[in-house]
């Protein structure tokens, strides 16, 4: 998966803009192994803010070739620390999600879609996480327009 969306920005097939919602936007592109759909928002805030972290985004998936429904996973512009674990505070819910190079995603698959609906539902969602360099950083996200984003990126892949 991270390589996919990681590859998005590499690629020659460059994604589509289906529509802005309000601090989300839905895209479209065509992966090697088919259509593949997504939400995606950067944060309104980082920090530390002496620091600089590269392109970071929140991205929730629809990849129909390969069964997968709103899958949630961060993406920052440096490695994260080997082993170590990001924690998603939505509203107070919080979710822990595993690292693996320069992405993120959700340690339970089973808690997926139980953190999709908090984001839908809630307001606000810190992520945060442990640099390679033992540098601690947070991103703060707006939540507003995430399920218009989610399900227009869900209509797109039908």
């Known amino acids: 998966m991270a390589l996919a969306l990681s590859g ?3 690629s020659a097939q460059t994604p589509t803009l289906v529509n ?3 601090d989300w936007a839905t895209y479209t592109y065509g992966g090697p192994k088919g259509k593949v759909c997504y939400a995606l928002s950067k944060p309104l805030e980082m920090t530390p803010k002496d620091r600089n972290h590269g392109d970071v985004f929140f991205f ?8 997968v ?6 993406m920052v512009g440096y490695p994260f ?4 674990s990001v924690e998603v505070d939505v509203d107070g819910n919080k979710f822990t999600m595993f690292t693996k190079g320069d992405g993120a995603w959700v340690e339970n698959a089973a808690k997926e879609q139980e953190l999709v609906g908090a984001m839908k539902a809630g307001r606000s ?3 945060s996480g442990l640099s390679s360099r033992n540098t601690q950083t947070s991103y703060k996200y707006s ?8 399900d227009a990126a869900g ?3 039908k």
């Open 155 to 157: 209509n797109a892949c």
């Open 20 to 22: 802005q919602f309000k």
């Open 125 to 127: 969602m810190t992520v």
């Open 69 to 74: 429904t709103n899958e949630p996973m961060v």
């Open 81 to 84: 620390k080997d082993g170590s």
């Open 143 to 150: 939540l507003s327009g995430i399920t218009a984003a989610i």
């Open 8 to 10: 998005v920005a590499a």
């Open 60 to 67: 929730v998936s629809t990849r129909p070739s390969e069964g």
